[in-house]
């Protein structure tokens, strides 16, 4: 709940810088509050869920991997158009924001696929295929939320520092900091090890 209200505040901020600049709300303001909203719907369905309040249903599984799936691919688009603002090549933005949304919707498909029925208990088969393919997916979106942070790093230091804009050597340092602690300890801890270790809990849901 905490985190929630920090992100929310930060986003309310962010907001009303980017109204008094352009009068108009953007697609990566949208994103945010996009991903904020469904961050918040999937812990709260998920903990009533834990706690028995909403029966298993194919309804409830439909539901939640699709706001899943609307969470992931405004956080990954999120990432994608920060890169973009400082890429300088409007086509390779938007060949760099279709293959994240690609990649990350063929994911999405596919947790529609194995996941729900796995939930629903259809097969045994298809319970062991979400054993193993929920592992991998989680660390397919590891690799592409590293491999975008790293390229953005990389553009700051090479389009900006590199050319004499100095006031962002600061930005590009500090960012290298933040995506090394947030892969380290965030990614490799938290995910890895509280996520694994959910799907090891008899209510393997989340």
Not at 74 to 89: E, G, M, P, V
Not at 177 to 188: E, G, R
């Amino acid at each position: 709940m905490s985190l929630a209200v920090f992100s929310g505040s930060k986003g309310f901020r962010q907001t009303c810088r980017s109204w008094s600049r352009s009068r108009k709300i953007n697609a990566y303001i949208l994103m945010i509050w996009l991903a904020w909203v469904t961050g918040v719907m999937v812990s709260i369905t998920g903990w009533l869920y834990i706690m028995d309040r909403i029966p298993p249903s194919v309804w409830y599984f439909v539901g939640m991997v699709i706001i899943w799936a609307i969470q992931i691919q405004c956080l990954t688009q999120i990432l994608a158009n920060r890169i973009s603002l400082i890429l300088y090549d409007p086509e390779k933005a938007r060949t760099l924001k279709v293959c994240v949304a690609l990649i990350i919707g063929a994911i999405n498909v596919s947790v529609f696929i194995v996941w729900v029925p796995a939930r629903l208990q259809i097969s045994d088969s298809w319970v062991k295929a979400n054993n193993i393919w929920d592992r991998i997916e989680k660390f397919i979106f590891l690799l592409v939320d590293a491999l975008l942070n790293i390229y953005f790093i990389r553009l700051v230091k090479s389009q900006l520092v590199a050319n004499g804009l100095q006031k962002y050597k600061r930005v590009y340092q500090f960012n290298g900091l933040l995506v090394c602690l947030s892969l380290a300890i965030d990614k490799a801890l938290t995910f890895q090890v509280a996520t694994i270790g959910l799907m090891s809990m008899p209510n393997d849901a989340l």
